[in-house]
């Protein structure tokens, strides 16, 4: 199969070296040295005391990599731009374009089943409509992350979740398709869980439940999600604000696994905070500002979440990474 892994950093590097290294032909869209690396080395992937190298043709143009039968987009929500602009020549007929970013999605609304309570305008997670010009609704299929890496050198991307590494798809209608069964065949076999899904829009809930609220309280503490969960100062912030996620995630998807301070805290930064200190762009919208619009669309009052969001947005502003 020709994939395409469009916005190649650290997982999708990741997700890179396996795939090709599972017999398909990987091509990848990166920029700056680490593009410079895998042009000239490969690309390599440590995990624990272990690395394992692949071949894989890598361009900042997509141009140069010609129509693939899948295009996988790693890139942050903030990279639509690039994104939109960037798709075309990597299209035929029938390619399908997984979006695999954090948070609530720019193609939310479609596809959306009869049942599923009315939503927000979401206009704003695609500024001027560019996605939804550029990609039909039959190309779209959701994705879902779970795994946990950096790239620590040029070409090369370190998994830190050995024991936890998914990519979770879906139609956005929730067909079980052929296409889906496919990929999810090639995903498996090359060593990325992915389990089939019943509803693409439990799984977004069920991630954003923590970026929602713990990954945004370690934005505006500086902590480790293990370091947010051990505080004492936030024993008694961190229930009343998971009640708060819960409501708004339940209202709209009955069937989301509700999240409890009980659950795994990993001892690392979330992508949010890493984020900010490194000066990136940050996925304030899709994390903060999009189920703050879920909540008031659904009547729910929410000022835990609606402080946070409000602080975190101020906390992005002014370090120059948030323009919304």
Not at 227 to 242: F, K, Y
Not at 258 to 267: E, H, K, L, N
Request: charged share 20%.
């Amino acid at each position: 199969m020709r994939i395409c892994i469009f916005g190649a950093g650290a997982v999708g590097s990741h997700f890179a070296v396996r795939l090709a290294r599972a017999g398909h032909d990987v091509s990848c869209v990166m920029r700056g040295p680490h593009l410079d690396a895998v042009k000239t080395n490969g690309l390599t992937l440590k995990v624990g005391d272990s690395a394992v190298s692949a071949k894989v043709k890598a361009s900042a143009d997509p141009a140069d990599l010609g129509p693939q039968d899948v295009v996988i987009s790693t890139l942050k929500a903030t990279g639509i731009d690039a994104l939109a602009s960037g798709l075309a020549p990597l299209l035929h007929d029938d390619t399908a374009i997984v979006f695999a970013q954090n948070g609530i999605p720019w193609w939310y609304d479609l596809g959306l089943p009869a049942a599923h309570p009315a939503i927000p305008d979401l206009g704003f997670l695609d500024p001027g409509g560019r996605l939804r010009a550029a990609v039909a609704q039959q190309r779209i299929i959701g994705g879902v992350i779970f795994s946990s890496n950096e790239v620590i050198a040029p070409g090369v991307a370190a998994n830190l979740s050995p024991d936890r590494n998914r990519l979770l798809i879906g139609e956005c209608d929730d067909r079980q398709s052929e296409r889906i069964t496919e990929l999810r065949a090639v995903l498996n076999e090359a060593a990325i869980e992915s389990p089939e899904v019943g509803e693409i829009r439990e799984t977004i809930w069920s991630k954003l439940l923590t970026n929602m609220s713990m990954s945004v309280l370690c934005l505006l503490t500086g902590l480790t999600a293990r370091g947010v969960r051990d505080d004492p100062a936030m024993q008694e912030v961190i229930p009343r604000l998971l009640d708060e996620a819960n409501a708004v995630a339940t209202h709209y998807i009955p069937a989301v696994r509700r999240v409890t301070r009980s659950g795994p805290a990993p001892d690392h930064k979330p992508s949010i905070l890493q984020d900010y200190e490194l000066g990136r762009a940050m996925e304030i919208d899709m994390l903060v500002r999009a189920p703050a619009a879920f909540a008031r669309a659904a009547g729910l009052a929410t000022p835990m979440l609606d402080l946070m969001a409000a602080l975190a947005i101020q906390k992005a502003r002014d370090k120059g990474l948030y323009q919304g």
